[in-house]
């Protein structure tokens, strides 16, 4: 579907307008090199989704304009087979002066659609985007929401091979957000290939079979989408490559069918010495939804440490995030003196659904590890909730509602 072959790019930055005459006129250099994406390379396959993650201004809208075609390589080539169809910015190939209905034709044809497929498909367009009598109303007065609802509808009944996804999806209420979730799940089962750019990680573990990390342009980091969220939080944290790497401290024997990796780093000023989980009813790692469950982790501090944060989340079998908290939230700040070991322990009712999961736990500065973090352990441990204490649920979560009849008699 989409063949990246060491592509890279740049760009010339003038400080002033004038400079690039001048430039050409005195045969000077007059201006900065930006090397915006430099040697990337990946091959996207029919039913595959591949994430791409990165900090702001790591490269990942240069190289989605460097697939669309929007923008040529430097270096490299980008080979296409089948409609390719983007969802790069709200608005891309709308006229904001034509009706939501008439930029149907407008936008489709760029995506590459004949007049005859989008008669056909106009009115599947139209009810998938749920915009009603408003298709008719200028794109200009167009809320962002129904700008992006407009620009989906069209782009997945392009009846693509390969659909290229970018922030667009952020956009717009819970409804449809779960809407287009669906249909590009839908649309991957059906061999569609997609190459999905997002800030929300919890989409990129559920959608995405592999994923790549940008820093400077780079890629810096290939695999599992898990393990590519995991080495961009330590990205974010700015973790240095090697000098920070901690030894995973050693936990209680987790489930046979235990899938959680530890990834260990930090300043270590403070950290980790192990940790466990254990309900207080099962006395294990294994016990029923709803009972009340001990998360111990014992720690030391090279020196003396005041108000140290010590935070966890607990994540599903797909990485989604499902619950996390720390100290800080809790006002119940850490105090350590120089050398001084304790253990500290969460208790708390585990009221997830059946299933396995897996425990992150860092100790930072205040409410977040990106200023100071001392340690941060992925996946430090799991556990399976197997049962229920209390009654039946379904879903993830339990709520306890109470009940009672509202009026009459």
Known sequence: MITVDHVSKHYRIYRRHSDRLRELVFRRKLHDDKLAVQNIDFKLEAGQVLGVIGRNGAGKSTLLKLVMGVILPDQGSVKLSGRVTGLLELGTGFNSELSGYDNIAFNAALLGMTPAEVERQREAIIDFSELGDVIHHPVRTYSSG????????????????????????????????????????????????????????????????????????????????????NYYYRLIADMDKDALLLQPPPVASAPKNSFAKANSYGTGIVSIQGARVVGQKSGSQVFSSGEVADFVFDMVATQAMQSVTLGIMIRDRLGQDIYGTNTYFLGHPLTFAAGEQISFVMRMAVNLGPGLYTVTAALHDKDNHLTDCYHWCDNLLDFEVAGYAGPHFDGLCRLEPSLHVAGGR
């Not at 079979?209 to 290939?222: C, M, P």
């Open 146 to 229: 129904m700008t992006m609802r407009l620009a989906f509808s069209i782009a997945i009944h392009a009846n693509p091979s390969c659909l290229v996804v970018d922030e667009a999806l952020s956009v717009g209420d819970a409804h449809f957000q779960q809407k287009c979730m669906q249909r590009i799940k839908e649309f991957r089962a059906a061999g569609g290939a997609i190459l999905f750019v997002s800030h929300d990680m919890n989409a990129v573990k559920v959608l995405c079979d592999r994923a790549i990390v940008l820093e400077e342009g780079v890629t810096v980091f290939s695999g599992s989408p898990d393990e590519a969220v």
